[in-house]
């Protein structure tokens, strides 16, 4: 869901004690804000942030490139020395203009397109601008452009030896000759239904796989995914902005009915037959992961079964497809997939990481599937395999030690043995390593520390700032500080992470009306150690509010057994939880109880409604975005990963579907939707709209047209503004009766 991208890079954030991490949460504190511009909706919806794309280190591990502002840029880690090669418009203009779609292609927003590719001899860049590709000379400056077509070159990938390209067009998978040009291809069966090395819609977004092909070491060898979606639903979306709508219809699996049939297979770079390693029948497995042994002689394919609750990590030859069943795992609730492994010692042995215990943390097998070492341990998770050196013996890793409201860089021997810290600034840390784990992207941020991109050695030392354009936006506009408090529920007790901004101006002894944020969700956490930046809830806090967010049981960050609470029923536990925060805010005596409104997108959309429709009397008003209102209209692998197959779980969808319970609504709602949302489907809002109608349940409804989960650009202020004067109606207004 879109909110889980969202959360998971914006999060905020005890019972018996409040660590304010921000300064001056109160009093003097607050005048030093005076002077700075307020965040209002249009500032939140339009400002430009500043930030660095695309970081990509150069094999050798000297040279760092990434986009900024629309420049490449590079870094050289000897002379320690940043410039500018080219503005990247420059390549757009000898780039041949794209033929637009009749139909839009509804491509998932996870999957993943390298702009930038370095060659094997650490001085050329392939660049990818609008679908055509340019070689680079990072010494030189001269550009060669590779491909011109106005038919787009899609995911190019450059083979390790640099010497060819691959790229799919449409449906079908290619390879070009880097010097020659000469292109052959290598798939002939494309079509409207069979995509080669093309993902569907779910597969991105609920398992992040990114990518559908994968060049063996040897630049022999393209494995690659085909997807048969005949069998999916086909969702009929209409696009009402022309003066003849346009039919653009989407695959869309709903849950319970069929999923693409997904095959792997193997074809040799210059072409000729492939060879399918997997069958499409009879098991409806998932594929979530492809990977070459280093000898480009095996394949490495982690399985899910539908219900995901069983994996198999399976290891095939890429001549004949015979397989080997590594290992296995199980869940009597369900597997999380993660990125967190890879082969060592030529393919002898393996990195992998598992939730096993309760909590992520990283394993060493040999390939025989003997379990040689366990590396880490504790009631923290592993989040990130960063880097593996093995001619150093150590593994590089983010986690959530020393707190769960934090992302620090540590490093462990391969042989086991103690741990070691590397980032030491509080906060969350997103890190990208260079090839030999030397060198680290890190980018920082705390909740009273704007983002800053640092480039880092593997002790923690930082050697260049790369951008730092947050500060000027955090002297310029008035950011309300952040509170973090524990909140403790049920037997233990369990302590819950909560995020608390004051209204502008806020002056202890008054009652003030409060607003909560919620997502509640697995796979996601919105209580983090980490800059909010220009959010919802500062516009709301300036307008008057106090901001309440809270992390439930089955949010992410806290490991699998605090997730598992809601398998077989979404809800019950995520409002019990988050009206335990809610007693717990107006302990502290400036809410006024009578005046508290709830707001949520995608499955905080669902939880807003749920919680209005289960504890009427709790809420003034509340604001529903993009809501699942029938757990059976959100996709397969999502929703049966939580609740089971329809069939299977009948009174679980029921339950926990709010469209069944319209007649409990007593407070004012808010609707929010694009009508051609590729995520949570306006069927969802639209079959609520009936519901409500035929209960007598007044409601108001605001529809945007994007093709999107999310609303943007001018659609994103007017929501922003609508919001808050639907909260100030309803809860400012409340005061003076």
């Known amino acids: 869901m879109w909110s889980r991208f969202l959360t998971d890079r914006l999060g905020q954030s005890s019972a018996l004690a409040v660590l304010a991490l921000a300064a001056g949460l109160a009093g003097p504190g607050l005048g030093r804000l005076q002077g700075k511009r307020p965040i209002t909706p249009e500032v939140a919806a339009t400002i430009e942030v500043p930030h660095l794309e695309e970081f990509a280190w150069s094999p050798d591990s000297r040279r760092l490139g990434y986009i900024r502002e629309g420049w490449l840029e590079l870094y050289e880690i000897g002379s320690q020395v940043t410039r500018r090669l080219i503005e990247l418009n420059a390549l757009e203009k000898l780039a041949a203009a794209p033929v637009n779609p009749r139909v839009h292609s509804w491509e998932n927003r996870r999957v993943r397109e390298q702009k930038l590719q370095w060659f ?3 001085r050329r860049l392939l660049v990818h601008v609008k679908g055509d590709l340019f070689e680079l000379d990072v010494e030189t400056g001269a550009t060669r452009q590779l491909v011109k077509s106005p038919v787009a070159e899609r995911d190019p990938k450059l083979s390790p ?33 069979i995509w080669n090395a093309q993902l569907d819609w779910v597969y991105p977004e609920e398992l992040d796989l990114g990518t559908a092909y994968w060049w063996s070491p040897d630049s022999r060898w393209i494995a690659y995914l085909q997807f048969n979606v005949e069998p999916q639903l086909l969702y009929p979306h209409v696009d009402l902005q022309p003066l003849i709508p346009v039919y653009e219809p989407q695959r869309y699996p709903k849950a319970g009915t069929p999923n693409a049939r997904v095959r792997l297979g193997v074809v040799a770079r210059g072409g000729g037959r492939t060879r399918w390693l997997t ?59 993660s990125d967190a492994w890879g082969f060592l010692k030529a393919g002898r042995e393996l990195l ?81 390593a260079s090839p030999d784990c030397r060198w680290m992207v890190d980018v920082h941020s705390a909740a009273d520390r704007p983002p800053t991109a640092v480039v880092r050695s593997n002790t923690g030392e930082v050697v260049t700032v790369l951008e730092d354009g947050w500060k000027r936006l955090a002297q310029e506009y008035e950011f309300l500080p952040q509170e973090f408090h524990r909140v403790p529920v049920g037997q233990g007790p369990v302590l819950l992470d909560g995020c608390l901004i004051r209204p502008k101006g806020f002056a202890a002894g008054q009652k003030y009306p409060a607003v909560v944020l919620v997502y509640g969700g697995p796979q996601a956490q919105s209580v983090r150690n980490a800059w909010g930046g220009f959010s919802l809830g500062q516009v709301l806090a300036q307008k008057g509010f106090v901001v309440w967010q809270l992390d439930n049981r089955g949010a992410s960050g806290r490991g699998h057994g605090f997730e598992v609470g ?18 717990y805010l107006i302990s502290l ?27 009427p009397d709790r809420f003034r008003a509340g604001a529903a975005g993009a809501p699942v209102t029938d757990w059976r209209h959100y996709d397969t692998i999502y929703t049966e990963r939580y609740l089971g197959l329809p069939a299977q779980n009948e009174e679980g969808y029921r339950a926990s579907s709010p469209v069944h319970f319209v007649e409990n609504l ?69 005061a003076a009766n």
């Open 161 to 193: 030896d640099g010497q060819w390209i691959a790229y799919r067009v449409q449906s079908d998978l290619y390879v070009q000759n880097v010097a020659t040009g000469r292109r052959e291809r290598l798939t002939q069966s494309g079509s409207e239904t």
């Open 566 to 583: 809601l398998y077989r029923r979404l809800g019950k536990l995520e409002l019990e939880d988050q009206l335990s925060g809610l007693d």
């Open 120 to 122: 094997p001899d650490s």
């Open 666 to 734: 007593r407070a004012p709602l808010l609707l929010i939707h694009n009508f051609e949302d590729d995520n949570v489907l306006f069927q969802n809002v639209m079959q609520l709209v009936v519901a409500l109608a035929r209960a007598g349940k007044p409601f108001e409804l605001l529809v945007y047209p994007q093709k999107s989960h999310g609303v943007s650009g001018p659609f994103r202020r007017h929501y922003y503004e609508q919001l808050v004067r639907f909260f100030e109606r309803h809860l400012m207004a409340a």
């Open 352 to 432: 992998w990481s598992s939730e096993r215990d309760g909590f992520r943390h990283l394993y060493r097998y040999s390939v025989d599937g003997t379990l040689l070492k366990q590396l880490t341990q504790g009631q923290w998770e592993v989040t990130e395999l960063a880097c593996i050196a093995e001619p150093a013996g150590e593994v590089y890793y983010v986690s959530t030690e020393p707190s769960p409201l934090e992302r620090h860089l540590w490093v462990v021997p391969l042989a086991g043995g103690a741990r070691r810290r590397i980032t030491s600034e509080p906060g969350t840390h997103r890190v990208m």
């Open 279 to 337: 069958s499409t029948a009879p098991d409806d497995s998932l594929i979530a992961r492809v990977a070459w042994l280093p000898d480009s002689t095996r394949l490495a394919v982690l399985r899910l079964n539908r219900l995901q609750n069983r994996l198999w990590l399976e290891v095939y030859e890429a001549r004949t497809g015979r397989r080997q069943t590594l290992l296995t795992e199980e869940d009597p609730y369900w597997i999380n997939v």
């Open 589 to 615: 005596g400036f809410v006024d109880e009578s005046r508290i409104g709830i707001h949520g997108w995608s499955y905080g959309g669902f939880l807003t409604l749920y919680a209005l429709l289960h504890a």
